[in-house]
C-alpha cells in the first residue's frame, strides 16, 4: 500500500509497505479520506516528542472494511462504510469507567501511538467505529474527528447558556467549533485571525463579526460588541501564550475561555484575572463517540459549510498536501488526502 511516512525529523516521503495485520477486535479499513490537523502541523513543525518519527501519521479518517480480521465474529461485513474516532480508549481504567474515555489512561492516538490513515489502509478497533451515513461524501466524513471537537466544546461549556462566542484562530479547528456553537446553541459568532483568507472563510461559516488583530484588538472589540462585560464564551484555537491571555480577557465574569490549540506550552498569566470575576478555563482535548455522532448529525443535516475551504490530494501528492498546509498561505487551510 502507499502510504505518507514521517522516516525522521523534517521528513516526508510517500512510500510502498505492506499493508497492517488486524490484531484482535480490529478490521483492517481502506481508507477513503484522512484530514491533515493542525496538530500534526505543529508535532511535525516542532519536533514534538509525542509524535516522534518512524510514523505513519493522520486521525481524521473515514472509510471502508477491507478485512474483518480479529472481528469476525461482530455484525460487521466487508465493504461497510464506517469512520473513526482519533482515540482508542482502554475501556476498563478508571476514567473509562467514569464516562471519560476520551482522557483514558491508557489512550492510543492514530498516528501518534498507533499506526495513523494517511494510508491506503489502517487498523481500527471496532469500539472505535461509527457508521457513516449514506450519501455523505468522504471529504465531510472524515470532517467528524474535528467537528467532534467542537460539539465537545459545546458540552463543556452549555451550563453557560452563550449567546456570543469568540473563537481565536480561524483554521479547520476554529471554523469547526464556530459552526458547532452556532449550530447547537444558536450564539452569535465572532472569529479572529491574522489572515484575510481565513477571515472570509469564518464568514461564511457564519460569523456575524471578524477580527484582524493587526489593526483591531480583540479584547476591546469583544466587550465592545457586548456592553462592556465581554463574551460568554471564548475558544483559543491558535494555543500562543497571547491568545490564552486574550481569551480569558475576553470572556466576561463568570464565563469561560476553553483552551484546544497547542503552539505555546509554557506561559504567564495573571491569576487575577481568573480569580476575582470566577472565569473558567478548560482544557479540551478529542472527542467522545457521542460528540462524533453529534458532528456526523450535524453534517448529515447540512449544517456545517466545508466545500469553500478544503483541498483534496491523492495519496502520491500527500507530503505536498502537508507543507502546503504548513505554509498556510492564501487559501490553504485544510487539506483532505484521499487514497
Same mark, same amino acid.
Given at each position: 500500500m502507499k502510504a505518507l511516512l514521517y522516516p525522521a525529523w523534517d521528513t516526508l516521503e510517500v512510500v510502498d509497505m505492506p499493508p497492517p495485520e488486524p490484531g484482535p477486535g480490529e478490521v483492517m479499513v481502506r481508507v477513503a479520506a484522512c484530514g491533515i490537523c493542525g496538530s500534526e502541523l505543529e508535532g511535525f513543525r516542532h519536533h514534538s516528542p509525542r509524535r516522534p518519527p518512524p510514523l505513519v501519521m493522520g486521525h481524521e479518517f473515514c472509510g471502508t472494511i477491507a478485512d474483518l480480521g480479529g472481528a469476525s465474529g461482530t455484525s460487521l461485513k466487508i465493504g461497510a462504510r464506517v469512520v473513526a474516532n482519533a482515540l482508542v480508549p482502554c475501556g476498563t481504567c478508571n476514567r473509562c469507567r467514569a464516562g471519560r474515555p476520551h482522557l483514558c489512561a491508557k489512550r492510543q492516538i492514530f498516528g501518534m501511538n498507533r499506526p495513523g490513515a494517511f494510508a491506503e489502509y489502517v487498523n481500527v478497533p471496532v469500539s472505535a467505529l461509527l457508521d457513516w451515513p449514506a450519501n455523505m461524501p468522504a471529504e465531510a466524513a472524515c470532517l467528524a474527528e474535528p467537528l467532534g471537537n467542537g460539539a465537545h466544546m459545546v458540552g463543556l461549556t452549555r451550563h453557560l447558556e452563550p449567546s456570543t462566542v469568540l473563537v481565536i484562530g480561524a483554521g479547520p479547528i476554529g471554523l469547526l467549533a464556530m459552526q458547532a456553537f452556532s449550530a447547537l446553541t444558536g450564539a452569535t459568532i465572532l472569529a479572529a485571525d491574522l489572515s484575510p483568507e481565513r477571515l472570509q472563510a469564518a464568514q461564511r461559516c457564519g460569523a456575524e463579526r471578524v477580527i484582524n488583530p493587526r489593526? &483591531?484588538?480583540?479584547?476591546?472589540?469583544?466587550? &465592545?460588541?457586548?456592553?462592556? &462585560?465581554?463574551?460568554?464564551?471564548?475558544?483559543?484555537?491558535?494555543?500562543?501564550?497571547?491568545?490564552?491571555?486574550?481569551?480569558?480577557?475576553?470572556? #466576561?465574569?463568570?464565563?469561560?475561555?476553553?483552551?484546544?490549540?497547542?503552539?505555546?506550552?509554557?506561559?504567564?498569566?495573571?491569576?487575577?484575572?481568573?480569580?476575582?470575576? &470566577? #472565569?473558567?478555563?478548560?482544557?479540551t482535548y478529542a472527542a467522545k463517540l457521542e460528540d462524533m455522532q453529534t458532528a456526523l448529525d450535524l453534517l448529515a443535516a447540512g449544517k456545517i459549510e466545508y466545500e469553500s475551504w478544503i483541498e483534496r490530494f491523492p495519496i502520491t501528492r500527500a507530503d505536498e498536501a502537508f507543507r502546503r498546509m504548513l505554509a498556510a498561505e492564501g487559501r490553504d487551510i485544510k487539506a483532505i488526502i484521499q487514497p
Open positions: 489593526t &483591531e484588538d480583540v479584547v476591546t472589540i469583544a466587550r &465592545e460588541l457586548t456592553g462592556g &462585560e465581554g463574551v460568554d464564551v471564548v475558544v483559543d484555537a491558535v494555543g500562543l501564550a497571547l491568545t490564552k491571555r486574550q481569551s480569558l480577557n475576553a470572556a #466576561r465574569p463568570g464565563g469561560a475561555a476553553v483552551w484546544i490549540g497547542l503552539t505555546d506550552n509554557a506561559m504567564t498569566v495573571d491569576s487575577y484575572d481568573v480569580t476575582l470575576p &470566577e #472565569r473558567t478555563v478548560h482544557g
